[in-house]
């Protein structure tokens, strides 16, 4: 079946960039999505990129996508202790209709 | 819209009795998702609905649990009987089947979940 990958833990510095990194199986995905999910709470949804782009920013955030090797990544620029969080990669299996999400990432944030 | 509710937010039983998860989608979506979530597994996909009707449930561990959907505003998760291994956060989530750009586009709205403790 379809399959996501991501790393499940990274650390970084306050104020350094945060690249959390995933790769996945299907080749006719259309939406990747990233989502966040805070202590205590449930998913949210981060952002999304289509798979006709290769990147997508948005303001600290900027999504790069390489379509040939199945990889996502998500930047977080400037990262500040409300970013600590899990972070979920996602991929769209349009012909379920149904997203897989991989394990997610644990972002934590030394002072 | 108050967004996907749940109830009851935690639960504590004893092994061997009967629970019942409930999830009260966003109004007007058309698809519905159980998830679990623990520490070993991950975020696991458990049984999905479209329009009220299950689709996959490929996910859901074994007999024990059964989930239904009687109307497009409310939805349950039961586990008959619970094991402690059962132990961990539910959630439920709802989506509207939509197009972006000429493609399917699902974004999942999810609930804050359902921490059950089995002892």
């Known amino acids: 079946g379809e399959d996501v990958e991501q790393s499940l833990f990274l650390s970084v510095r306050e104020g350094d960039s945060s690249v959390i990194n995933c790769t996945y199986t299907?080749?006719?995905?259309?939406?990747l999505y990233w989502y966040k999910q805070e202590p205590g709470a449930g998913l949210q949804l981060l952002t999304y990129?289509?798979?006709?782009?290769d990147m997508k920013q948005d303001q600290r955030l900027t999504v790069l996508l390489n379509k040939k090797d199945k990889h996502l990544s998500l930047r977080i620029a400037d990262t500040q202790t409300g970013d600590s969080a899990i972070y979920f990669c996602?991929?769209?299996?349009?012909?379920?209709?149904?997203?897989?999400f991989g394990s997610g990432t644990r972002l934590s944030i030394r002072p | 819209d108050a967004g996907v509710i749940q109830s009851p937010r935690h639960e504590v039983t004893e092994m061997g009795q009967e629970v019942t998860l409930r999830c009260k989608p966003i109004?007007?979506?058309?698809?519905l998702f159980w998830y679990r979530q623990t520490m070993m597994r991950g975020l696991e996909l458990l049984i999905y609905?479209?329009?009220?009707?299950?689709?996959?449930d490929s996910g859901m561990p074994e007999d024990r649990f059964s989930a239904k959907m009687p109307n497009a505003s409310f939805s349950t998760l039961k586990i008959q009987p619970s094991e402690p291994r059962d132990s961990a956060v539910y959630f439920c989530?709802?989506?509207?089947?939509?197009?972006?750009?000429?493609?399917?586009?699902?974004?999942?709205?999810f609930g804050p979940g359902t921490r059950l403790t089995v002892l």
């Open positions: 989530a709802s989506s509207l089947s939509t197009s972006l750009m000429g493609y399917s586009y699902n974004e999942q709205f």
């Open positions: 299907d080749s006719s995905s259309t939406y």
């Open positions: 990129i289509f798979s006709n782009m």
């Open positions: 996602a991929d769209f299996y349009s012909s379920a209709s149904k997203i897989i």
């Open positions: 109004s007007g979506h058309d698809y």
């Open positions: 609905f479209n329009n009220n009707v299950p689709i996959d």
